[in-house]
Nanobody
């Protein structure tokens, strides 16, 4: 089992920045990728970004490209999401996820383990 704990959410004005962190513990050996997803009220959970754990390859949803940056720290088993130029439409609960599979990193079903989520609210 892998445990994921997110932190760093909060309330910020439009145009501001937040940095989310997700610490992994437990059976983390063999992790292939970690991702960030978000879910707004009455909407389905959607992909935000992923990073391949070893190579550091990244990929972003079009809606956040150029504003968000995903990174990882192997020594701390932690993945980060730096969010800049935030917009009210970025308001959602943000979840991190991890997987040992080598495919489907851009969809919810591609991940085995999930954190509990952290709320991000962007005011206009």
């Amino acid at each position: 089992q892998v445990q994921l704990v997110e932190s760093g959410g909060g309330l910020v004005q439009a145009g501001g920045s937040l940095r989310l962190a997700c610490a992994a513990s437990g059976r983390t050996v063999g992790t292939a990728a970690m991702g960030w997803f978000r879910q707004a009220p009455a909407k389905e959970r959607e992909f935000v970004a992923f990073i391949s754990w070893s190579a550091g390859t990244t990929y972003y949803a079009d809606s956040v490209k150029g504003r968000f940056t995903i990174s990882n720290d192997h020594g701390k088993n932690t993945v980060y999401l730096q969010m800049n130029s935030l917009k009210p439409e970025d308001t959602a609960v943000y979840y991190c996820a991890s997987t040992r599979a080598n495919k489907n990193w851009g969809v919810v079903s591609g991940y085995n383990y999930w954190g509990q989520g952290t709320q991000v609210t962007v005011s206009s």
